[in-house]
């Protein structure tokens, strides 16, 4: 009875190490690309993002609770995300120049 037990202990620990040995390469894999194709700083946004979304996959699969501090991690990490991609300067540049085109379009239409 105690060696069936350590048997399934042993079997139980090894599954949490690594129950799915191949997703681990792939995983690896794909870091060593990416760390090859891209910044620092890009593969570390890629990696931090990754682990968000596993966190809300868990949270979502589990049933947990989203506290606050939660949402506020949510917020630092997609702010970063749009600073770094630099999203909010594209967004104003095409404002600033669509208001320009009206602007130019109404002036002619005046003259």
């Known amino acids: 009875m105690m060696v069936m037990m350590t048997l399934v202990l042993l079997l139980m620990m090894m599954l949490l190490v690594d129950p ?11 870091v060593f690309i990416l760390t090859s194709e891209c ?3 890009t593969v570390t946004l890629v990696l931090t993002l ?16 989203f ?6 991690g ?4 997609f702010t970063g995300t749009l600073l770094f991609a630099d999203v909010f300067s594209s967004v104003t540049d ?10 130019n379009d109404k002036a002619l239409k005046t003259d």
């Open 39 to 41: 910044t620092s700083l």
């Open 20 to 30: 799915y040995p191949g997703t681990r390469y792939v995983c690896i894999r794909a």
């Open 50 to 65: 990754r682990k968000f979304l596993s966190l809300v996959i868990s949270i979502v699969y589990f049933d947990n609770s």
């Open 74 to 77: 949510t917020a630092l990490i």
């Open 94 to 103: 095409k404002l600033t120049h669509r208001n320009d085109k009206v602007t």
């Open 67 to 72: 506290t606050l501090s939660h949402w506020l």
